[in-house]
């Protein structure tokens, strides 16, 4: 079935440095991918999407590809910043509709300064 | 725009009392809504979801549940609140035909 795996944190870096949050899916053809951002105390924040293979999702200087030949969607950032700290959720639409998203666990990312 | 609202913000109950949470969206119309529970440090679970008035799935069987009583307005409830329930709650819409969701701001239930 569909599923969605997300690296485990937390990931703690220092102010600058290079993020990677590793995604990988499973599911049925190819789907939208989305990365969501959730701020302490706040709701989630779509952050960016692709909607087919190949495509390059990226906002606020984050960046993510969908790559169908690992089925991977791995959010980067080439220089983050301590405001960046939040929780990080890879999703993909499940299959059976009703529009329903299947979350990942979610990545914990805290940078210092 | 749209703008979805959800109240109150925070939400301290006893055991064994009712519960009523209230999700509105502006904006738009015939918007399918979700109800999500996140538990401290952990992800997020779907409760229920609603293509339209009157319509409800549920996702896991539980102590809550859910009304759509208007197009755009989404109520979770229960009549005994158990420790269990304690988390936060994030109401979602989406439009009938996308995929991507747009979360409010969340509800945090705690109960002693």
């Known amino acids: 079935g569909d599923s969605v795996t997300q690296m485990e944190g937390p990931v703690t870096l220092s102010e600058e440095a290079f993020l990677t949050i590793n995604c990988t899916y499973t599911?049925?053809?190819?789907?939208?991918l989305f990365w969501y951002v959730q701020y302490p105390g706040e709701g989630l924040q779509l952050l960016l999407k692709?909607?087919?293979?190949?495509d390059k999702g990226s906002n606020k200087g984050f960046e993510a590809t969908y790559r169908k030949e690992t089925t991977s969607f791995h959010l980067e950032k080439g220089s983050v910043q301590v405001s960046d700290s939040a929780v990080y959720f890879c999703?993909?639409?499940?299959?059976?509709?009703?529009?329903?998203?299947?979350f990942g666990a979610g990545t914990r990312l805290a940078v210092h300064p | 725009s749209q703008t979805i609202h959800q109240w109150p913000a925070t939400l301290v109950q006893p055991v064994g009392s009712p519960l009523s949470l209230e999700c509105t969206v502006e904006?738009?119309?015939?918007?399918?809504l979700y109800w999500y529970r996140q538990a401290a440090g952990r992800g997020l679970q779907l409760l229920f979801y609603?293509?339209?008035?009157?319509?409800i799935s549920s996702e896991v069987p539980q102590n809550l549940s859910a009304s759509r009583p208007q197009d755009r307005q989404f109520i979770l409830s229960s009549k005994k609140l158990l420790l269990s329930d304690s988390g936060f709650y994030l109401c979602?819409?989406?439009?009938?035909?996308?995929?991507?969701?747009?979360f409010g701001p969340g509800t945090r239930l705690t109960v002693l």
């Open positions: 979602a819409w989406s439009f009938s035909a996308h995929n991507e969701q747009f």
């Open positions: 599911a049925t053809g190819y789907p939208s």
């Open positions: 692709a909607t087919k293979a190949d």
């Open positions: 999703a993909l639409p499940f299959s059976g509709g009703y529009n329903k998203l299947i």
């Open positions: 904006g738009t119309s015939n918007p399918n």
């Open positions: 609603s293509v339209g008035i009157g319509q």
